[in-house]
């Protein structure tokens, strides 16, 4: 399940952009989206120190697949791998 899923039924859309719930579950929502990124965030470091290596030269690059990949690139294919 992407993000975008998981926040639908906590969040409403303001000109795009997501807005936590304008109602009296306000804090509780935020408290659910919080939980929901770091969850997603402890997930892509796994998957990092699991999937890659690096030999500390070359901060922000992974070592993956026999190529170096910078953060961006190792987030989608993450997310890819994930099915998110």
């Given at each position: 399940?992407?993000?975008?899923?998981?926040?639908?039924?906590?969040?409403?859309?303001?000109?795009?952009?997501?807005?936590?719930?304008?109602?009296?579950?306000?804090?509780?929502?935020s408290?659910?989206?919080?939980?929901?990124?770091?969850?997603?965030?402890?997930?892509?470091?796994?998957?990092?120190?699991?999937q890659?290596?690096?030999?500390?030269?070359?901060?922000?690059?992974?070592?993956?697949?026999?190529?170096?990949?910078?953060?961006?690139?190792?987030?989608?294919i993450?997310?890819?791998?994930?099915?998110?």
């Amino acid at each position: 399940m992407t993000l975008k899923e998981k926040f639908r039924p906590l969040v409403w859309f303001n000109s795009g952009s997501f807005n936590v719930s304008q109602n009296r579950e306000k804090d509780e929502n935020s408290i659910k989206c919080e939980q929901i990124a770091d969850d997603y965030a402890i997930n892509f470091a796994l998957f990092l120190s699991i999937q890659c290596e690096t030999n500390g030269d070359k901060d922000g690059w992974w070592f993956y697949n026999k190529k170096w990949k910078t953060t961006n690139e190792m987030l989608e294919i993450f997310k890819k791998e994930k099915g998110l």
